[in-house]
């Protein structure tokens, strides 16, 4: 079996927090925000993992840390096999034309002063040495791949819409032929109908340019079209991870079960419904041991305060690892049951004398 | 109002195709509206073109603007007001005024700039490094610091007070006081650039440059010192009159730094230096040399505030003129085009392209 | 009361800028019955936050123009007012919720301080000691049963950001203000509200400064309360928390809401009436049910169908063709038809439609739903389409 195109293994990425006087001389343990904890994932050649999580989730971290924008605190990052964690200067410069970001705000990341060819053709002049015309001519070719036409090449990012950027960045991306895509909320900036268009041109690309992709978004939707297998996050850990259509129709974490009992559909029947998962997402800093979860699970136990639960394979579901303690019992259970009847006005826990308008 | 919806879309006119006079004309369209909406830095601009021209015409052709070398020429008009003449009258010894006020223009206007022009390029460059290599725990973050350090002890005292202590310490003499102004100026780029560099470099396209493999070197240089310049030059423009101010003054503090009056030079803090104690008998030596120094300043101040507006990409994007055809969604349902040119603006904001609407 | 809260007629805005005049709002006309929530959904550049900003007045005159229009307000034509007198309509006549709480809770204000303020603005003008719009009256905005306010008597302590949350307990400060707010703040489902009394904005989540906003707009007890995309930045669970607190004070308030989001799926959720904006106008309006069940304009049915619901294996997900149109170069005649599915020559060519009625749909209506209306020459065509 030929190893994964790209493997991370234990990964973590914490951030320290600024010292007391006392974490500085040794006296309290240092505090970190754990961003990224022990995650290990793998994507194959030219298939899409998507990363589904909210903020606090530690995706976007961790997509910054497979491309090596930032460096692990622990942990390995394989590319192709070979340990990649370790390269520096110019030979991490050279890996770099293997994977390839596109970025979540389609303004921001592209540099305004430049233009258009200058912009998409950065990694290939970097790589290759372009000269300047050669450059220009493998642009124009480019554009029309994301849809745009070959003759923007003077044109400065903000004369175009966010449908646009986006398409640039895009672009820039294939440039060099990477075999990896790390994506970050590629349809967030974006309307629905602009989405639906990206998301087709980018399943279509890939089935070019058998290209994998790292599909970083909040978009359940988005992850069910261009996905072929998600991994969901929680506070800087994975918990499930499985092929899309597995965990989409039957999630067995209840986490994934709040979330895609969340996503606002258009069904007039959800009108009479309220949603049952309470309590805010927190800002881990040292956490302590037990599921992250607990606190808003509708199926928490004890053992789940004390115990972290540990990816395992579950019973019924090949090809699905999952991290609850639970995961047996609560597999069967749908996600349409965290959506409870509204309760009536007379059984609305709200404050008896109810201020009216004037 | 609407617009015709051709059948193939059209293509983008701007391209390689156009003309050399045609991409020159677009900044200047753009000078002249901003110049147009904004009367103040208008009358900036004006000034200045001015300052230039008499500027050059006082190294070129003096007699066309009505300097008459020797400067210090005495006549028999002793203490005149200023008349037809004598625009700015004569001094006691009837030197004309006006002759020794322009001759210092292309003095007081060069020894400007080549200040600025080093705090600039010095303090700049120590700024980019100060701002990008500024990781704790590494050289760079080392060297940072100590740039910083340095920088902020400089700009604890006063600028003028700093300019006189080091002028005064470096002995006597025009080239003393300039050092001494340039030593004291710097500082204010390099606080400035590095602000500016601190606040690009955490942008997106900087990761995705590095990304794309760009070394650190080449970002600094290629993306970090585009995007700063902006205010840079804002701020350079304006300091003009604030260094003009600066060095006059030395040079009208300490005695003797310029010999006044003098044959082919003059300067406009040495001549108020000189004429002080005749203000209230003879105000025009003063006033008029004074004067001059103030409309410089002006002049270079509403023409930076001008340019705020013409380096802010938002309102630069709002000034430009969009006539450029663009290509409109086909009638055919082909693939998805690209309409380019800016989006509706968003309540409450300038327009700009994003924003929830 | 069976007079309408809100009535906007014909209401069109441009936005007059260096590049050109856009026109944001198009000949818009919607009407809101007291206690109905009014859903208004679109993409981005349609025009709906526009109309969220114009109702209250404030858009910032220029660049923004009034064309032409009406908003009745409770009898009153906010636009044909003054527009000093405004302030009085705002807060306890239209109340707003805005996208991002961190732009609209004052950073500087800790909690308490931006609830006190809306409260005490508010029992200060119930009390009679502040002007306030009373449309019962014959001229609303009467001032002479007031008493003079006094320069400086509306801007009390309590309006400057305190320095300690001790403040909140100085005997000077009126008890039934700091019960009022902590009821508030409980209405809104926040389980523990002395504990966030003292905080900043910065230190709450991002539902929780969303509720603390919903709180403070409620406490202004507003007969309108135009929420302009409350939920979106919010993440997904914690949307769906949000969205069931509105849905369970809905219930209890009996406030009319102006609802607008971009997204389908929560306009079908939270709205009464729908209505539909595209580039600048309103291309549909109907009841929920029918709009999501028989849309009647081929924008709103391919806006249904845009969401992506399928996977990969199934093929290419379907998109609308083209991209939303520069408002400052509007097609001529149906604003839609260049990416149309139905279109015809007379589309491009005679001027635009206004709202026709549609036939109803057969069951399902009740008596207080508004007519099914849509900006389609061929509606009927509609149900046709794929």
């Not at chain 1, 001389?25 to 505090?31: L, Y």
């Not at chain 3, 306010?149 to 509306?154: H, K, S, T």
């Not at chain 3, 928390?241 to 809401?257: D, F, G, P």
């Amino acid at each position: 079996m030929t190893a994964p195109l790209l493997e991370t293994e234990s990964v973590s990425k914490y951030y320290p927090i600024l010292r007391s006087a006392s974490e500085y001389f040794g006296r309290a343990a240092p505090r970190n925000v754990h961003a990224v904890d022990a995650v290990s994932i793998t994507v194959g050649t030219g298939e899409t993992l998507g990363l589904i999580g909210e903020s606090g989730s530690g995706k976007t971290t961790l997509g910054w840390v497979v491309s090596r924008i930032i460096d692990p605190t622990a942990g390995t990052i394989r590319f192709e096999g070979t340990d990649v964690g370790s390269l520096r200067g110019p030979a991490l410069r050279a890996w770099r034309r293997n994977v390839q970001v596109v970025f979540q705000d389609p303004i921001d990341s592209l540099d305004p002063q430049l233009k258009v060819w200058q912009i998409v053709s950065e990694p290939m002049r970097v790589q290759e040495h372009l000269s300047r015309a050669e450059a220009r001519a493998g642009v124009a070719e480019l554009l029309p791949t994301v849809g745009l036409p070959p003759d923007c090449l003077d044109q400065f990012p903000h004369e175009f819409s966010g449908g646009g950027r986006q398409r640039l960045s895009v672009a820039r991306a294939l440039s060099v032929n990477p075999k990896l895509i790390v994506l970050d909320e590629p349809t967030s900036a974006l309307d629905v109908a602009v989405q639906a268009q990206v998301l087709n041109r980018l399943v279509r690309l890939q089935k070019e340019r058998d290209v994998a992709y790292l599909l970083i978004t909040h978009n359940v939707a988005a992850v069910r079209y261009a996905a072929d297998r998600v991994a969901v996050m929680y506070l800087g850990q994975i918990v499930e991870v499985g092929g899309v259509r597995d965990v989409l129709e039957r999630p067995v974490h209840p986490y994934t079960k709040a979330l895609i009992a969340a996503v606002p559909l258009p069904d007039v029947r959800r009108r009479r419904t309220r949603y049952r998962v309470t309590g805010e997402i927190p800002t881990l800093i040292n956490p302590k041991p037990g599921c992250r979860f607990a606190p808003r699970c509708p199926f928490v136990v004890d053992t789940c305060r004390t115990v972290d639960p540990e990816l395992r394979d579950v019973p019924g579901f090949p090809g699905r690892q999952v991290a609850c303690h639970r995961a047996e019992d609560v597999a069967g259970v749908d996600p349409s049951t965290l959506l409870a009847p509204l309760a009536s006005a007379t059984e609305a826990s709200g404050p008896s004398s109810v201020p009216r308008p004037a | 109002m609407a617009s015709k919806t051709p059948r193939v879309p059209v293509a983008l006119a701007a391209g390689p195709s156009r003309s050399a006079i045609v991409r020159v004309g677009r900044p200047l369209r753009l000078l002249w509206r901003v110049l147009r909406s904004n009367p103040l830095s208008l009358v900036g601009f004006v000034l200045v073109v001015l300052i230039v021209v008499a500027t050059a015409l006082v190294y070129l052709a003096p007699a066309v603007i009505g300097v008459h070398y020797p400067l210090n020429q005495p006549s028999n008009a002793l203490g005149q007001p200023p008349s037809w003449a004598h625009p700015f009258g004569t001094d006691p010894i009837g030197i004309d005024i006006y002759s020794n006020v322009m001759a210092a223009l292309p003095v007081d206007l060069s020894i400007a700039f080549a200040i600025a022009v080093f705090a600039l390029v010095f303090g700049g460059l120590l700024g980019l490094v100060a701002g990008f290599w500024d990781t704790r725990r590494t050289l760079g973050g080392a060297v940072s610091v100590v740039i910083l350090r340095i920088t902020d002890v400089f700009l604890a005292f006063p600028s003028l007070i700093l300019a006189l202590a080091i002028a005064v310490s470096l002995g006597r003499g025009v080239p003393q006081v300039i050092i001494a102004v340039m030593l004291t100026w710097w500082p204010y780029y390099t606080r400035l650039v590095r602000g500016e560099v601190l606040s690009v470099k955490h942008r997106q396209y900087v990761t995705a440059a590095r990304v794309a493999g760009v070394s650190e070197t080449r970002i600094l240089f290629r993306h970090v010192v585009r995007n700063v310049i902006e205010p840079v030059v804002v701020y350079f423009t304006m300091d003009i009159g604030t260094v003009i101010v600066t060095f006059s003054t030395v040079v009208f503090v300490i005695p003797n730094v310029i010999s006044f009056p003098s044959t082919n030079t003059s300067e406009w803090g040495v001549m108020i230096q000189n004429y002080q104690d005749s203000f209230s008998a003879l105000p025009w030596t003063v006033l008029a040399p004074g004067l001059a120094i103030f409309l410089t300043v002006l002049s270079f101040s509403l023409l930076g505030d001008g340019l705020r507006d013409v380096l802010d990409p938002r309102t630069r994007r709002a000034m430009l003129e969009t006539r450029r055809l663009e290509p409109a969604a086909p009638v055919e349902k082909a693939e998805e085009a690209e309409s380019a040119g800016p989006a509706a603006p968003v309540p409450g904001t300038v327009p700009d392209v994003t924003g929830p609407s | 009361m069976t007079a309408s809260q809100l009535a906007v007629e014909g209401l069109s805005i441009d936005y007059e800028v260096g590049t050109g005049r856009y026109h944001a709002l198009s000949d818009v006309s919607v009407t809101l019955d007291p206690g109905r929530v009014l859903g208004i959904v679109g993409e981005t550049g349609c025009g709906k936050s526009t109309l969220a900003h114009a109702i209250p007045r404030i858009l910032p005159e220029p660049p923004a123009r009034v064309v032409s229009g009406r908003v009745i307000f409770q009898g009153v034509d906010l636009y044909a007012v003054p527009k000093w007198k405004l302030p009085l309509v705002r807060g306890t006549g239209i109340g707003m919720i805005f996208q991002e709480p961190l732009n609209s809770l004052n950073p500087a204000f800790r909690v308490y301080d931006q609830l006190a303020e809306a409260v005490i603005i508010r029992q200060r003008r119930e009390a009679g000691l502040a002007p306030m719009f009373r449309p019962e009256q014959e001229n609303p905005f009467d001032y002479s049963r007031h008493p003079r306010v006094r320069a400086g008597e509306g801007l009390t302590g309590p309006f400057v950001g305190s320095v300690a949350t001790d403040r909140a307990r100085r005997p000077r400060v009126p008890d039934s203000v700091r019960g009022e707010v902590l009821e508030y703040l409980r209405l809104v489902r926040i389980s523990d509200p002395e504990s966030i009394l003292g905080r900043f904005p910065h230190e709450l989540s991002g539902g929780m400064r969303q509720r603390v906003m919903i709180a403070q707009a409620l406490s202004q007890r507003p007969s309108l309360l135009i929420a302009d995309e409350p939920t979106s930045a919010l993440d997904v669970t914690i949307q769906a928390q949000v969205l069931t607190l509105m849905k369970e004070l809905l219930a209890e308030i009996r406030t009319s809401i102006l609802f607008i989001s971009h997204d389908l799926g929560i306009i079908s959720e939270m709205a009464d009436d729908v209505g539909v904006m595209y580039a600048g106008r309103l291309v549909e309006h109907g009841p929920v049910a029918e709009i999501f069940g028989r849309p009647r304009h081929p924008y709103t049915k391919a806006l249904l169908h845009a969401i992506p619901s399928r996977y990969k294996a199934d093929g290419d997900l379907d998109s609308i063709p083209g991209s939303v149109p520069n408002l400052s170069r509007l097609p001529t005649g149906c604003c839609f038809h260049p990416r149309c599915a139905l279109a015809r020559r007379e589309c491009g060519e005679d001027p635009p439609p206004a709202l026709v009625p549609v036939d109803p749909a057969p069951t399902g209506r009740t008596e207080r739903d508004p007519p099914h209306s849509s900006a389609c020459r061929f509606f009927s065509e509609v149900e046709g389409l794929p």
